[in-house]
Nanobody, 126 residues
Framework: QVRLVESGGELVQAGGSLRLTCAAS????????MGWFRQPPGKEREFVAA????????EYRDSVKGRFTISRDNAKKTVFLEMNGLKPEDTAVYYC???????????????????WGKGTLVTVSS
């Protein structure tokens, strides 16, 4: 099983950019579909983006399409979330998630997730 540690969250002005990193440990990272979720203040956790273990397929929530990009480096056991054009409504704790041989479709709905990171806070000021 993998363990996940997120980093890169900070305070940024609207319109700015951030790159979140999720570092994984464990020998089988390349067999996990990886995802990013977020929990805005006072709201439930929601899906943001996911990438299959091969990196061949990605999916995004509608509100971040065209602004966020998820990618992975299996050799370095790392997943990234590049966020551009940030908006105040992107403010949230961002969590990395891993699902063994999961499908993107199941991860979107929160199913098949084996491990969560502890999260990193992104604050976007207006």
């Amino acid at each position: 099983q993998v363990r996940l540690v997120e980093s890169g969250g900070e305070l940024v002005q609207a319109g700015g950019s951030l790159r979140l990193t999720c570092a994984a440990s464990g020998r089988t990272f390349s067999t996990y579909t990886m995802g990013w979720f977020r929990q805005p203040p006072g709201k439930e956790r929601e899906f943001v983006a996911a990438v299959t273990w091969t990196g061949g397929s990605t999916e995004y929530r509608d509100s971040v399409k065209g602004r966020f990009t998820i990618s992975r480096d299996n050799a370095k056991k790392t997943v990234f979330l590049e966020m551009n054009g940030l908006k105040p409504e992107d403010t949230a704790v961002y969590y990395c998630a891993a699902g063994f041989r999961n499908t993107v479709e199941r991860m979107i709905n929160g199913y098949g997730i084996d491990t969560w990171g502890k999260g990193t806070l992104v604050t976007v000021s207006s």
